[in-house]
């Protein structure tokens, strides 16, 4: 018995007083296959973790990348050339966390297959057999946390969600009422952003008659403001009894949300050719300077037909940076767009920089719900109006992720085919 100990602690070292029944032995979850040796009777069997194929095959690839890249690192002829250097290492750093799960991974697959070998050995004494069960279910679930973590991370980063952003919101179909709900939705991303401490700023924006806005674009910055942003893009339909409405019918109106990531001048070429620039007196508050100046900026760039009215700075030159600020954004956006719709065109669900022509999301306010199309889930709408809009964010992020995945076993078999 005693030997018997001493090997389960050296083959084993995850102990706990916890006590199983001896029964777990025979209910392994179906992703574990027991192998024994025809030739023998008795003894031990081995255990194979059945992960999906595609994993296995995308993590020894990328084993064997970062093994090269190792290689190349000593190599005196790059350690001599500083910029080749660093493009090798940022390459093998951005594989380190991979290798080393995936080196995890193996370690416990092989305590586990050692573990249950010991299993399969005559143990007299029920409480080690109960340890044993103990070691089995722990080393189960460890495989499956780690599993489930490469998967995420074999994933291919989006470069683009450490930006900032410029987001739009823009009064659709609906009237006055349009303009009114776009107001809403505009403090529902204030909220929002002060949730997540970004900072939000005014760019531009056009007061509808009634209230609300006919546009406003906001300025967000923050911490990775993009990865959450993103999946906000869309037609947002209200249902309600509008302010506006004398006898109490409900109406449907829409507002369009565009999320463009920041731009850098260097991405974004603006050929002064392409450009109208008209100055103007903003009027309104903000003392005898606003009124009396041309403070006001009226770009138009022609290829696009896109014109940006800037009046929110106090002087000429601020109100043309800002708007030429924003007409990078929003070509960027236009460059942004016309690649993902290429790679992604036959997907089902709108997620990321999407097309506008479909809802994304209705808020009705009768029932007090918010209903995302793109996650087929409600929401309760008066905590969601407030800015507690997180939960959906994630399931966007779940949703893009899962189809991320699928998308990887596809090609993986396809390539394997």
Same mark, same amino acid.
């Given at each position: 018995?005693?030997?018997?100990?001493?090997?389960?602690?050296?083959?084993?070292?995850?102990?706990?007083?916890?006590?199983?029944?001896?029964?777990?032995?025979?209910?392994?979850?179906?992703?574990?296959?027991?192998?024994?040796?025809?030739?023998?009777?008795?003894?031990?069997?081995?255990?194979?973790?059945?992960?999906?194929?595609?994993?296995?095959?995308?993590?020894?690839?990328?084993?064997?990348?970062?093994?090269?890249?190792?290689?190349?690192?000593?190599?005196?002829?790059?350690?001599?050339?500083?910029?080749?250097?660093?493009?090798?290492?940022?390459?093998?750093?951005?594989?380190?966390?991979?290798?080393?799960?995936?080196?995890?991974?193996?370690?416990?697959?092989?305590?586990?297959?050692?573990?249950?070998?010991?299993?399969?050995?005559?143990?007299?004494?029920?409480?080690?057999?109960?340890?044993?069960?103990?070691?089995?279910?722990?080393?189960?679930?460890?495989?499956?946390?780690?599993?489930?973590?490469?998967?995420?991370?074999?994933?291919?980063?989006?470069?683009?969600?450490?930006?900032?952003?410029?987001?739009?919101?823009?009064?659709?179909?609906?009237?006055?009422?349009?303009?009114?709900?776009?107001?809403?939705?505009?403090?529902?991303?204030?909220?929002?952003?002060?949730?997540?401490?970004?900072?939000?700023?005014?760019?531009?924006?056009?007061?509808?008659?009634?209230?609300?806005?006919?546009?406003?674009?906001?300025?967000?910055?923050?911490?990775?403001?993009?990865?959450?942003?993103?999946?906000?893009?869309?037609?947002?339909?209200?249902?309600? /009894?509008?302010?506006?409405?004398?006898?109490?019918? /409900?109406?449907?109106?829409?507002?369009?949300?565009?999320?463009?990531?920041?731009?850098?001048?260097?991405?974004? /070429?603006?050929?002064?050719?392409?450009?109208?620039?008209?100055?103007?007196?903003?009027?309104?508050?903000?003392?005898?300077?606003?009124?009396?100046?041309?403070?006001?900026?009226?770009?138009?760039?022609?290829?696009?037909?896109?014109?940006?009215?800037?009046?929110?700075?106090?002087?000429?030159?601020?109100?043309?940076?800002?708007?030429?600020?924003?007409?990078?954004?929003?070509?960027?956006?236009?460059?942004?767009?016309?690649?993902?719709?290429?790679?992604?065109?036959?997907?089902?669900?709108?997620?990321?920089?999407?097309?506008?022509?479909?809802?994304?999301?209705?808020?009705?306010?009768?029932?007090?719900?918010?209903?995302?199309?793109?996650?087929?889930?409600?929401?309760?709408?008066?905590?969601?109006?407030?800015?507690?809009?997180?939960?959906? /964010?994630?399931?966007?992020?779940?949703?893009?992720?899962?189809?991320?995945?699928?998308?990887?076993?596809?090609?993986?078999?396809?390539?394997?085919?």
């Amino acid at each position: 018995m005693n030997s018997l100990t001493t090997s389960f602690n050296a083959r084993s070292p995850i102990l706990s007083n916890r006590l199983l029944s001896w029964q777990y032995l025979s209910c392994l979850p179906s992703n574990f296959l027991c192998v024994c040796p025809a030739q023998k009777s008795h003894g031990a069997c081995r255990i194979v973790c059945m992960a999906e194929p595609y994993v296995i095959t995308k993590l020894e690839s990328a084993e064997k990348t970062w093994k090269e890249l190792s290689v190349k690192l000593a190599d005196p002829d790059v350690v001599s050339n500083p910029s080749e250097y660093q493009k090798l290492a940022q390459s093998m750093s951005e594989l380190d966390e991979v290798v080393m799960t995936y080196k995890k991974y193996r370690k416990s697959e092989k305590l586990l297959e050692d573990t249950k070998a010991l299993a399969k050995e005559e143990v007299s004494d029920e409480d080690m057999a109960q340890m044993i069960a103990y070691e089995i279910e722990t080393l189960t679930s460890q495989l499956k946390e780690l599993e489930e973590r490469l998967k995420v991370l074999l994933l291919p980063s989006d470069p683009l969600d450490s930006r900032n952003v410029m987001l739009e919101v823009r009064a659709g179909t609906g009237g006055d009422e349009a303009g009114l709900w776009a107001g809403d939705l505009v403090r529902m991303y204030q909220k929002y952003s002060e949730c997540n401490s970004w900072k939000h700023t005014p760019v531009s924006y056009s007061e509808a008659e009634k209230g609300g806005f006919k546009t406003f674009v906001m300025e967000i910055k923050g911490s990775r403001v993009y990865s959450k942003l993103k999946y906000e893009a869309g037609v947002h339909r209200v249902q309600r /009894v509008p302010q506006t409405e004398a006898q109490g019918r /409900v109406h449907t109106s829409t507002a369009t949300v565009a999320i463009m990531p920041e731009a850098d001048e260097v991405e974004v /070429v603006i050929d002064p050719k392409d450009i109208e620039l008209t100055t103007a007196r903003s009027g309104g508050a903000g003392g005898q300077n606003v009124n009396k100046v041309e403070t006001a900026v009226d770009l138009f760039h022609k290829p696009t037909g896109i014109r940006i009215f800037c009046t929110e700075e106090r002087t000429q030159l601020q109100n043309k940076n800002r708007a030429f600020q924003l007409l990078r954004a929003k070509l960027y956006e236009i460059k942004v767009r016309e690649q993902q719709e290429q790679i992604r065109n036959q997907r089902k669900s709108q997620v990321g920089t999407g097309a506008r022509a479909e809802k994304i999301r209705t808020y009705n306010y009768k029932d007090n719900r918010v209903t995302d199309h793109r996650l087929k889930m409600n929401f309760e709408l008066t905590s969601f109006l407030d800015g507690d809009i997180e939960t959906a /964010v994630q399931s966007c992020a779940a949703m893009e992720q899962k189809e991320l995945l699928e998308e990887l076993a596809e090609s993986v078999a396809a390539t394997v085919g």
